[in-house]
């Protein structure tokens, strides 16, 4: 099993920044992948940036060059550094890790943007 722990959302202006972290605890050599997700009233679960064992990014078009997703490996953290955020980034954004055997979700946080 894989355990996570999400932090970091919360209430910005439009513009202004957010950095999201999610640790991950547990079975956490079997992960392959590691991705933030997000999922706004009324809409669809989103996939908003990846990022693989071989450190490979990917990013939704709508947040490429805004977001970037890292990682601290001594840590077992992934991060979501958001920038010049806007209203449409509202959302529950959610960690989420894939592997062999393996799904696992966060809790999620909230990301309001709202002037």
């Known amino acids: 099993q894989v355990q996570l722990v999400e932090s970091g959302g919360g209430l910005v202006q439009p513009g202004g920044s957010l950095r999201l972290s999610c640790a991950a605890s547990?079975?956490?050599?079997?992960?392959?992948?590691r991705a933030w997700y997000r999922q706004a009233p009324g809409k669809q679960r989103e996939l908003v940036a990846q990022i693989t064992r071989d450190g490979s990014k990917n990013y939704a078009d709508s947040v490429k060059g805004r977001f970037a997703i890292s990682r601290d490996n001594a840590k077992n953290t992934v991060y979501l550094q958001m920038n010049s955020l806007n209203p449409e980034d509202t959302a529950v954004y959610y960690c989420?890790?894939?592997?062999?055997?393996?799904?696992?979700w966060g809790q999620g946080t909230q990301v309001t943007v709202t002037s």
């Open positions: 989420n890790v894939k592997g062999v055997g393996l799904d696992y």
């Open positions: 547990g079975s956490i050599f079997r992960i392959f992948t």
